[in-house]
C-alpha cells in the first residue's frame, strides 16, 4: 500500500525519513542529492496560498451556510445555529408552508447526512480520473443551484428531495479539497491548510445566524415567505462561486496558470523528496483501496472521528440553547452575538494549533490534549452550576473542538459524518433547558475518541522508533531506489508524524 492511500483514506499525515529528506527520484532518473532554495520555496508557497486558499475557504464557508439554514435548533428556532432547519419551521412560516407535522423536521434535519456521507469516499475516488478543478466547480454549482431551489419546494416530499440531492453533491467537497490541496501542498504544510477551511466553518457559524435573521426581514417582500428568501439568497452566491471556480483552480501544478517554469520545477523537487511521492504514487490502484479497507489502524481513525464529529454537530446544537439560559431577556440578536465569541475563540484556537503542529510535525499529542479540554468543558455543561459557568464550558468545548481536528479525508469523514445523523435526537426540547443525556453522550464520545487517538499516538511512536533503529531495514534489502519508494508507509524511510 503506497503512500498515495493517505489522499484516499486518511490515516495520519506523516513526513519523510531524515535518511531520505535530501533525495528525489521520478520515473525516468536516478535519485540525486537535491538542494532547495528555502527562499524560493516560501515565495512559491505564498504564491499557492493566495490562489488555491481563499476559493477553498470560500467554497467551504458558503457549503457550512448551505447546510446551516436547511437544519436548526427546536428549542429556540429564532436563533440560527450549525442546525438551522427548525429555525425556519415557525418564526418564518416554514412549518405552515410546507405542511410538515410530527417528526418530519428531524427526518429533513438527518436524511441530508445519509447521501452526504456516501458521497465522500466516491468523490475521492474520482477526483483524480477528472480534471479536479472541474470536478469542484461541478460540486459547488450544483449544490447552489438545488440550495436554491430548496427555497421553491411546497411540501415535504420535495423538502426531503432537496435535502437528498443536496448531500449527494455537497459530500464530496471537503474531502474533494483536501485532496486537492495535496496536489500542491506537501504533508508538513497540509494541517494549516485544512486548518484555514476549518476556520471559514467557523466563521460560518458565528456569522450565519446573524445572516439569516437579517434576511429574515424580507418576510413577504413580493409576496414571500423569508424562510424562501433564506433559501434562495444564500444559494445564489454558491452557484456563481461554482462558476468562477471552473477558472479560478488550476488542475494541478503543471496546468497552474499562475506558475512559471521554474515554479513548477521547484514543485516537482518539493513532490519527490518525500518519502513514496512516485510518478505511480499520483495515481489511482485499485488495489491500494481495497488494502486500504483491511487495514485497521484506517477505521480506528475511522471510530475516533465518530466520536470528535458528535460533538461537532452537537455543539452548534445546544450552544445558543446555553446563552438563553444566561438572560432570558437577551434578543434573538444579542444571544446569536455571545456565539461569534465561542466560534472566534475556536478559529483562533485551530490556527495556532494547526501553525505549531506543523512547525513541531506533531498531531497526536495535541489531539488527546484538547480532547480532555472538550471533557471538562461538558463536565461543566452538566454540573448543576450557575449559567456564567456553563458559558464558560461552552468556551472549553470550542476550544477542544477546533484545537482536536484533524486532516480527515475519504472513509475517515464518511463515519465520522454519520454522527450528523444522530445528533439531532441528542437534544429533544422536552430535556431542556439542562440536556443532560445529549450533554453525556456526547462527553463520552469525545473521551472515548481521545483514548483512541491517544493510543495510536502510542502506537505510531514504537513504530517509528524501530524504523529510526534500522529494525526493519531487511524489507528493503535488494531494492531498488523506486522499489523501495513505492512500499509507501510499509518502507522503513517512511516516519509517521505523531
Given amino acids: 500500500m503506497t503512500s498515495r492511500l493517505n489522499a484516499i483514506f486518511n490515516k495520519e499525515t506523516t513526513v519523510p525519513n531524515r535518511r531520505s529528506e535530501d533525495w528525489i527520484k521520478n520515473d525516468n532518473i536516478e535519485a540525486e542529492s537535491v538542494e532547495i532554495d528555502h527562499g524560493a520555496e516560501q515565495r512559491l508557497l505564498r504564491k499557492i496560498d493566495i490562489h488555491i486558499i481563499p476559493v477553498a475557504m470560500l467554497l467551504y464557508l458558503l457549503s457550512f451556510l448551505d447546510r446551516q439554514r436547511t437544519v436548526g435548533a427546536a428549542k429556540f428556532p429564532q436563533?440560527?445555529?450549525?442546525?438551522?432547519?427548525?429555525?425556519?419551521?415557525?418564526?418564518?412560516g416554514m412549518e405552515a408552508d410546507l405542511g410538515l407535522k410530527g417528526n418530519q423536521y428531524q427526518i429533513a434535519v438527518s436524511i441530508l447526512f445519509v447521501t452526504y456521507v456516501l458521497s465522500e469516499v466516491p468523490s475521492n475516488l474520482v477526483l483524480k480520473k477528472f480534471h479536479p478543478s472541474r470536478y469542484i466547480s461541478a460540486i459547488a454549482t450544483l449544490w447552489g443551484i438545488i440550495a436554491t431551489l430548496t427555497g421553491v419546494t411546497n411540501n415535504f416530499g420535495q423538502l426531503v428531495a432537496c435535502r437528498i440531492l443536496l448531500g449527494l453533491v455537497e459530500g464530496g467537497l471537503f474531502p474533494g479539497m483536501a485532496v486537492y490541496l495535496t496536489f500542491f501542498y506537501t504533508r508538513g504544510e497540509l494541517a494549516l491548510r485544512i486548518g484555514y477551511l476549518f476556520?471559514?466553518?467557523?466563521?460560518?457559524?458565528?456569522?450565519?445566524?446573524?445572516l439569516a435573521y437579517g434576511i429574515g426581514q424580507m418576510d413577504g417582500t413580493a409576496g414571500q415567505r423569508a424562510w424562501r428568501w433564506i433559501m434562495i439568497l444564500e444559494g445564489l452566491p454558491t452557484f456563481v462561486l461554482g462558476i468562477a471556480s471552473w477558472w479560478l483552480l488550476a488542475d494541478d501544478p503543471d496546468h497552474a496558470w499562475y506558475l512559471n517554469a521554474q515554479d513548477k520545477a521547484l514543485m516537482l523537487v518539493r513532490r519527490n523528496r518525500q518519502t513514496g511521492q512516485t510518478k505511480s504514487a499520483q495515481e489511482f490502484h485499485k488495489d491500494d483501496a481495497l488494502e486500504a479497507v483491511?487495514?485497521?489502524?484506517?477505521?480506528?481513525?475511522?471510530?475516533?472521528?465518530?466520536?470528535?464529529?458528535?460533538?461537532?454537530?452537537?455543539?452548534?446544537?445546544?450552544?445558543?440553547?446555553?446563552?438563553?439560559s444566561i438572560n432570558k431577556r437577551w434578543t434573538d440578536t444579542q444571544i446569536q452575538a455571545f456565539t461569534v465569541p465561542c466560534y472566534a475563540l475556536g478559529a483562533i484556537t485551530y490556527l495556532f494549533v494547526a501553525r505549531l503542529s506543523d512547525r513541531?510535525?506533531?498531531?497526536?499529542?495535541?489531539?488527546?490534549?484538547?480532547?480532555?479540554?472538550?471533557?471538562?468543558?461538558?463536565?461543566?455543561?452538566?454540573?448543576?452550576?450557575?449559567?456564567?459557568?456553563?458559558?464558560?464550558?461552552?468556551?472549553?468545548?470550542?476550544?477542544?473542538?477546533?484545537?482536536?481536528?484533524?486532516?480527515?479525508?475519504?472513509?475517515?469523514?464518511?463515519?465520522?459524518?454519520?454522527?450528523?445523523?444522530?445528533?439531532?435526537?441528542?437534544?429533544p426540547t422536552r430535556e431542556a433547558p439542562r440536556y443532560t443525556r445529549g450533554h453525556a453522550v456526547t462527553l463520552a464520545m469525545v473521551g472515548y475518541s481521545a483514548l483512541v487517538f491517544g493510543f495510536m499516538w502510542y502506537w505510531f511512536a514504537g513504530l517509528n522508533a524501530k524504523r529510526r533503529a534500522g529494525l526493519e531495514d531487511d524489507r528493503i534489502a535488494g531494492l531498488s531506489e523506486e522499489e523501495i519508494a513505492e512500499l509507501g508507509d510499509k518502507s522503513p524511510r517512511y516516519v509517521y508524524t505523531i
Avoid: E
Avoid at 476556520?199 to 446573524?210: D, N, P, R
Avoid at 480532555?372 to 464550558?393: C, M, P, R, T
Avoid at 461552552?394 to 484533524?406: D, E, P, S
Fill in 294 to 324: 483491511k487495514d485497521w489502524k484506517v477505521w480506528a481513525f475511522c471510530f475516533a472521528q465518530f466520536g470528535t464529529d458528535t460533538m461537532l454537530y452537537g455543539y452548534s446544537t445546544f450552544l445558543p440553547t446555553i446563552i438563553k
Fill in 79 to 92: 436563533v440560527c445555529s450549525n442546525f438551522a432547519l427548525i429555525i425556519l419551521r415557525r418564526l418564518y
Fill in 199 to 210: 476556520v471559514s466553518a467557523a466563521v460560518a457559524g458565528a456569522c450565519g445566524g446573524l
Fill in 360 to 427: 513541531q510535525q506533531m498531531r497526536g499529542l495535541y489531539s488527546v490534549i484538547f480532547g480532555a479540554v472538550s471533557v471538562v468543558g461538558y463536565g461543566i455543561l452538566i454540573s448543576n452550576s450557575a449559567a456564567g459557568v456553563h458559558y464558560f464550558g461552552c468556551f472549553l468545548v470550542a476550544m477542544g473542538l477546533y484545537g482536536k481536528r484533524t486532516t480527515a479525508t475519504g472513509l475517515q469523514l464518511t463515519i465520522g459524518n454519520t454522527s450528523g445523523i444522530m445528533a439531532p435526537f441528542l437534544y
